[in-house]
Each structure stands twice: as structure tokens, then as C-alpha cells.
């Protein structure tokens, strides 16, 4: 047995707090009583309605068609009546049309949702097409469409799937509990996605801080001699793409590149289990594992949320607020998107609910840069974010550029070291912001 | 629903527990075991120096951020830092005033006329030791012997150079345990190394800097003044351990980047040994990191370190 401890240059260790959860098992949540489906869910366009007010839908029926490549089909996620077709704030920040649907408890499937046959007969068409119209998108947080990520240009060529098992952000842990408890369903995600892309080299990418899900992962792939579980050191960025693949194959992604520039697609293990159903039993992306944790959350869990169900109800389930939240953040603290409001929607790129108590919540006062080149030292990027943050604060955008502004990959890390607690990444993330839109102006 | 008072602030929302205050602190607690050599074997005087030092720091951060009008950081520790290596840096037989002239100017000179924490472009205790010893040059370098009675010596890198001809060289022990003349913390070189490894320990400076001033100095000695033992007495009498591990890596005036600490280590590896070497001052060690900090924001500018995934230049 190969016990490698991979990793990357640079990165930081933040505290874990996973022991709120990781030894929570996966929970079914309640059968939510109306859901809010935003038809945009994704990176890329969003999805027209294909159902309209009045109308009864289905599990597992298609209530959002795409209209572009870049796009993912969107299912109801239970059964009964279309309320209303209204923008509604989706968690991503933005209002986004959404599909309102009251449950008529029937909880009727859909006719469409049934198995797809053996792995073994399905051809890579039929593999990318099953991913497709499931709506399957990348279940790791940032939500792009997994048939597109599968479908490179004919000139890339691919010799390596990994899947991410890493979870490094602090408090999750809806992929350990996943590879715990489900790990057959990861692997057979893993051969479906080599299949349809035709790789024969596949890892499973997981930090040695779950040990536990190493050791079932690896039980599971024992007779599968093309995978192979990589064991990684538990840092963060860890999970980050690039990083990744870095650490697993010491490839380097080039600047402003995608994976496949090196041979290789990264897919989440939550990913690869979605598409292991989507074959299976036919479901399309309806649920997800959702860690709903932090200090003022009465009792964590890990919960398997309906798309659509309000964070408030999930909280609910989870005995409700401990004291006052002071802060709702969607994914993890690291990267994650903090909220307005407790009533957006579970959509299927919600790895985390984490409601931090006030005091966590505050944000301290930015004092002098000390210049201790901490953040020069952990960018995993080899930036130097000081620098930058100076000239995005002083609206010298050209300078920032020249250092490497645009390669930031907004991981955060900078900002988490400084001692003075300077809005390093927030700063820089202004720069980016107004460089793009520069670009685009041209 | 909740009411409309969650924060809603842009990632991370996770912040390391370090803060300037506990990186200050933890400079102090390296200096402690030199601090209290330097009064075990200078006894009274080593102390009174040492207060005075300190205090005129923080009384004159205190009072000019006062006098600007700008938030008072006394606080933040790093006034007494400055004032505490300023004492380190005179010698046991210094008039109470020198210390005070030497804390006074390095606060409001050279920290606080250019912007206060973070930006002196140079070590603050270095340049007012340099101002010291231009002004008062006999005063400044007065050795004197350990012990209670301030009794003239040399220092053993003066005996070394020869200008101390009729006195012989104190046995390693002594130079290794600071029972010496010289400034008031620089003798011990071995408590003075238990500081930096805390600090390296801490993760409040790294390695790149102290190791390679060291290094260089110590093979450039082996090479150019002729052997082991006066290597040996080059890196641990004199000041280069306080200066390696306390002074080079003040971090407003040393470099950011990886690749140009190094060659800021480099650097004063080979001005101090030329110094000592063919140079008139026993004074390596201070000028040798304040030529070194006004090249910092250069060598910052040409070290960039490679972008990952930036396409490699061939050639």
C-alpha cells in the first residue's frame, strides 16, 4: 500500500473544526414543503423554463431546459404544483428566475428516472449524455457543468481523471461522510468519468487529516488496478484545482490554463456519486450532502438536502440558531459566500450551510502593514499580495497587473495569515474585478 | 427569518489567531535571555541603560503620533523592541543620555518621519546606533570588561584585527557565553541563538536571512583570514548573531520576496566580513544591514518570485 503524502508549495494550515460533524452519518432531510429552484445554478447561461404556473411536476422531471452549451439542465426536486416563476435571491448573491413548487406530498417520480443499463454497455456518448440530462454540475462549490468539463477539444489529450476528495476548507465534511459511507458509488463515478472521456489512470485525491475515508477508499478500490487513492497533506488550498493536480502528478497547469492543458480533469467526489446515481437509478441532480454546521448551530449535521429547500428549514433540522447568528455562509469559511438572508434556497452547489455566532462574525480592524512577507510566503500562487493590495488600494491598476493580479485564484489564504489583518484578497479581488472589465472594454 | 443583521462580508471568513501584537511579543521573548546576560554580567548599569532605552521609545512613539494626530499604537510592542535593541547596541559604559538621544532619534527619525510601523526603510536601532557612534565615537565604543567595576578591554574582534596588540584573545567559552566586552547584548552569541530559534520556531522570521548572513561570513573568514578558529571567533564574537537573527530580519527594511532575502543575506555576509576584514570600524555587523536595507526595495522589485504556471523562459 502506497502512503505518499502529496502536496504543493505555499498554503496555510487553518484550524479544522471538522469535530462538529465528521462523525455525524449522513441524515435524510425532511421532505421540504415548498422549494425555490433558481434556473441558474451553474457557471454558464441559465435555463429557460419549461413548465409553467399551475402545472404538476414530478421528481426528477425537467423543469429547466438550456439554451446554451455551457449550461445544465434543472429537475424538481419534489412532486407537485408550480406556485410562481419569479426571480428570487439565489445564494450566489444575485436574483435569479426561480421555479416556487408546492408539494403535494405524493411524492411521485418521474417516468424518465430509471436505470441507464451496465457501465460495461454504455458507450462514452451515452455516458456524457446520461451526465447531461441529469443536470449534473460540479459539486464542489463552484458549479460548472460536469458534461462540458468532460468534453474537451479533440487536441487535449487526456491521460488522467482525479477526483477531489481533499474537502479542505475548514468545517465541511459532506465528502468525507460521503466516501465513508458511500464509497462504491465514488468509484463507480470515477470509471464512469474515464470511461467517457477514455483515460485509464484515475485517483482519488484525499487529505490525511480522514484517515477513515483513505483507508474505506482504498478497501474499495482494491480490485480496481487503473485507481488509486492519493494521499495528500492536509493544507489549504489543497482542494484547489491546479493545486491538485500539482500535488498528485507535479504537473503544472499553466497561467490563465484549464486542467485538461495538462492531460487532466479534476471532478469532485460529490460529482462522480451524482453520476453514479444518474446511471444507476436514473435520478438527475435533485440532492445534495449539505454540512450544516458552525458555533450557532445547535446540533451539526450532515444532512441529504432537497435542491431548493430554504437554508432556514435545513437549519431548522439542525435544532435551529444557538444564540444570535451573526453570520450565514454558504460553502466554507475560506471560500464560501456569506448571506443576507436565511431564506435563499439549497442549490446543488451548497456543500456547506456555516452560521457563525457575532463575536466569530466580526471583522477586526485592518492595522499597518508590517511587511512580514507572510502572505509572499503561502500564496500558493507565488504572489505577492501585499503589493498588489497597495496598488488596488490606491487605484493603481496597471501596477497590480504587472504583479500578476489576474493569476490571484482567490483562495484567501493571504488575507487568513496577515497578522494585521488587512483585506488582502478582498482588495485584490477589486483589481481582477476592474482589470477584467478593462479587458473586456478593449 | 432572521432580522437584517448578519454580516455580510467578502471571503475569507476565517482569520489566523496572529497578530502584530503576539509577532512583537514574541520578539521580546527571544530578547529576554540576552536582555538578562547583559544585566547579569554589566549588572546595574546594563539595566539602567536597558530602562531608559525602552522608555524613551514608547514616550517618544507615544508622543509624536500624539503630536500628528494620529491613532497611539504604543501598544503594539514595537517601540519597545526598538528600544531594547538600541540598548543592545551601546556599550555597558554609556552616559544615560546616549540612550535616550539614540531611542528618541530612532523612534522619531527614522520610524516615525517616514510613516510609523512598516515603513522605516531602515532598522530603527541600526541607524540611530550609527548616528551614535558618528557622534559620540569614543563614548560608543568604551568597552568595558564584565563585572561590576567598568574596567577597559577589548573586544575580542579588536585583538583579533590587532589593534589590541598587548591582549590576548578570551578563551571561546567566554565569547560563547558572553563573558566578554562588547555592546550590552550582543556577548552572549548562545543565548542570542536560543532567541532566534524560538523566533524560527514562532515562524516570526525564517531561515533564508539569518543562515545565509552567517554562512557567507563564515566561509568568506575560513577563506580570507586564514582558518578555523578565527572563523570561529568572527561568528560568535561581535554582533553578527544579533544582527543575523534581530536586525537583517527587521521586516519593514528587509526584503519580501524568497529569492531576495537571500541575496539580502548574501549581501551582508560580504559587507560585514570586508569590513572586518580591510575596514577601518569594528562596525560590520550595522552598516553592513543598513547599506543592505536601502537595496531592500530593489532587490524586492527584481526578486518576483515565478508565478505558478507562469510559461518558463527558455534560455
Known amino acids: 500500500m502506497k502512503l505518499k503524502n502529496l502536496t504543493f508549495k505555499g498554503g496555510v494550515h487553518p484550524p479544522h473544526f471538522k469535530e462538529y460533524t465528521e462523525k455525524i452519518p449522513l441524515e435524510k432531510a425532511k421532505e421540504p414543503q415548498t422549494v425555490i429552484i433558481p434556473l441558474a445554478q451553474h457557471i454558464g447561461a441559465p435555463c429557460e423554463p419549461i413548465v409553467k404556473v399551475g402545472d404538476r411536476v414530478k421528481i426528477g422531471q425537467k423543469i429547466g431546459e438550456p439554451k446554451a452549451f455551457v449550461s445544465a439542465p434543472i429537475h424538481s426536486s419534489i412532486a407537485g404544483i408550480v406556485k410562481k416563476i419569479v426571480p428570487y435571491t439565489s445564494p450566489i448573491g444575485t436574483q435569479v428566475l426561480s421555479v416556487v413548487i408546492e408539494s403535494d406530498g405524493s411524492n411521485e417520480v418521474d417516468e424518465n428516472v430509471k436505470p441507464k443499463g451496465d457501465l460495461e454497455s454504455l458507450t462514452k456518448e451515452e455516458i456524457l449524455n446520461i451526465i447531461k440530462e441529469a443536470g449534473i454540475t460540479g459539486l464542489g462549490g463552484a458549479g460548472f457543468p460536469t458534461h462540458v468539463k468532460l468534453s474537451p477539444p479533440p487536441d487535449k489529450k487526456i491521460d488522467t481523471i482525479i477526483l477531489n476528495g481533499a474537502e479542505c476548507e475548514p468545517y465541511l465534511t459532506s465528502d468525507h461522510r460521503l466516501m465513508l459511507e458511500n464509497p462504491e458509488k465514488v468509484v463507480f463515478g470515477l470509471k464512469a468519468i474515464m470511461k467517457a472521456v477514455g483515460v485509464n489512470k484515475g485517483f482519488i485525491g484525499i487529505e490525511n487529516n480522514k484517515p477513515d475515508a483513505i483507508e474505506v477508499m482504498q478497501n474499495a478500490v482494491k480490485n480496481e488496478p487503473n485507481i488509486e487513492v492519493a494521499t495528500l497533506v492536509t493544507k489549504y488550498p489543497q482542494g484547489d484545482e491546479k493545486r491538485l493536480i500539482n500535488a498528485v502528478t507535479g504537473r503544472e497547469v499553466p497561467a490563465g490554463g484549464l486542467p485538461m492543458d495538462v492531460g487532466v480533469i479534476v471532478n469532485n467526489v460529490g460529482t462522480a456519486a451524482a453520476i453514479a446515481d444518474a446511471i444507476q437509478t436514473g435520478m438527475p441532480l435533485i440532492q445534495r450532502i449539505v454540512t450544516i454546521t458552525g458555533s450557532a448551530i445547535n446540533e451539526p449535521k450532515n444532512l441529504i438536502v432537497k435542491i431548493g429547500t430554504p437554508f432556514i428549514e435545513v437549519i431548522k433540522q439542525c435544532g435551529g440558531y444557538k444564540g444570535k447568528p451573526g453570520k450565514i455562509i454558504m460553502g466554507g469559511p475560506m471560500m464560501g459566500i456569506a448571506q443576507f438572508t436565511d431564506e435563499v434556497p439549497v442549490i446543488k452547489g451548497t456543500s456547506g450551510i456555516l452560521v457563525l455566532n457575532e463575536k466569530e462574525a466580526k471583522i477586526s480592524e485592518p492595522k499597518q502593514c508590517i511587511r512580514c512577507g507572510k502572505c509572499v510566503d503561502i500564496c500558493p500562487v507565488n504572489l505577492q499580495p501585499l503589493f498588489i493590495s497597495q496598488f488596488a488600494l490606491k487605484s493603481m491598476y496597471d501596477e497590480a497587473e504587472y504583479y500578476h493580479a489576474l493569476d490571484c485564484i482567490e483562495c484567501g489564504s493571504c488575507s487568513f495569515i496577515c497578522p494585521s489583518k488587512r483585506p488582502l484578497l478582498q482588495s485584490i479581488r477589486v483589481a481582477k474585478r476592474e482589470l477584467i472589465s478593462r479587458r473586456k472594454k478593449r | ?315
Not at chain 2, 489566523?16 to 540576552?34: C, K, Q, Y
Open chain 2, 1 to 315: 427569518m432572521v432580522d437584517n443583521k448578519l454580516i455580510v462580508s467578502s471571503s475569507p471568513h476565517l482569520r489566523s489567531d496572529e497578530t502584530i501584537n503576539r509577532i512583537m511579543l514574541d520578539v521580546i521573548i527571544a530578547l529576554l535571555p540576552a536582555t538578562l546576560a547583559s544585566i547579569y554580567y554589566f549588572r546595574f548599569n546594563a539595566l539602567k541603560l536597558i530602562v531608559l532605552a525602552v522608555l524613551t521609545a514608547m514616550v517618544t512613539e507615544a508622543l509624536i503620533q500624539k503630536l500628528m494626530k494620529k491613532p497611539i499604537t504604543v501598544n503594539d510592542l514595537s517601540a519597545v523592541i526598538t528600544g531594547l535593541l538600541l540598548a543592545f547596541n551601546i556599550p555597558a559604559s554609556a552616559p544615560w543620555w546616549i540612550p535616550v538621544i539614540g531611542s528618541a532619534f530612532a523612534i522619531a527619525i527614522v520610524k516615525q518621519a517616514f510613516g510609523g510601523l512598516g515603513h522605516n526603510f531602515m532598522n530603527p536601532a541600526l541607524a540611530a546606533r550609527a548616528m551614535l557612534l558618528a557622534s559620540w565615537p569614543v563614548i560608543m565604543t568604551n568597552w568595558v570588561a564584565p563585572g561590576a567595576e567598568a574596567v577597559s578591554t577589548a573586544t575580542p574582534l579588536a585583538i583579533l584585527k590587532g589593534e589590541a596588540a598587548n591582549q590576548i584573545l578570551p578563551p571561546l567559552k567566554d565569547v560563547f557565553f558572553g563573558n566578554v566586552g562588547g555592546s550590552l547584548g550582543e556577548t552572549s552569541a548562545i543565548l542570542l541563538i536560543l532567541g532566534g530559534a524560538y523566533l524560527l520556531y514562532r515562524g516570526v522570521i525564517n531561515w533564508r536571512i539569518p543562515f545565509t548572513y552567517i554562512g557567507t561570513v563564515a566561509v568568506m573568514m575560513l577563506i580570507f583570514d586564514g582558518g578555523l578558529t578565527s572563523m570561529i571567533y568572527h561568528i560568535f564574537a561581535g554582533g553578527l548573531m544579533l544582527g543575523a537573527f534581530f536586525m537583517a530580519t527587521d521586516y519593514a527594511s528587509s526584503p519580501v520576496t524568497p529569492k531576495g532575502q537571500i541575496i539580502f543575506g548574501i549581501g551582508c555576509g560580504v559587507i560585514t566580513s570586508v569590513i572586518r576584514l580591510y575596514g577601518g570600524y569594528p562596525e560590520g555587523v550595522s552598516y553592513s544591514i543598513l547599506l543592505m536595507n536601502v537595496v531592500a526595495p530593489l532587490l524586492d522589485k527584481y526578486t518576483s518570485p515565478r508565478v505558478f504556471g507562469e510559461v518558463k523562459q527558455n534560455g
